[in-house]
């Protein structure tokens, strides 16, 4: 799986500290200085421009490297199922 990254790439008014387009899924890298509730409006509005996003705190991504990783590729996998362009016979009617 060939998947292009974004670091820092704008969402206004926000900004994903990394960034998928090919899955359409935004990382936020968490530390001590995020607020709970500020966070959950930013992922509410996030999604509802049908963007995945998924967080993980500093410490897990610096001393569980591995689980964060396998838990990127599972959403990855999740998102990008469906084969693009449509199959012959679907989608859009002419």
Known sequence: MNL???????IPPNVADFYCHQAKL???LDG???????DSRRTAYI????IEIIRFWNHD???NTEAVMGEIL???QMRTLSPDP?????G???
């Open 61 to 63: 991504v610096l001393f």
């Open 32 to 38: 001590g200085q995020h607020n709970g509730d500020l």
């Open 26 to 28: 935004a990382l936020e």
């Open 4 to 10: 292009k990254w974004r670091r820092q790439h704008p």
């Open 92 to 94: 859009r009617k002419a």
């Open 74 to 76: 599972r959403v990855v």
């Open 47 to 50: 999604r509802s421009q049908g």
């Open 86 to 90: 449509s199959p012959v016979g679907e």
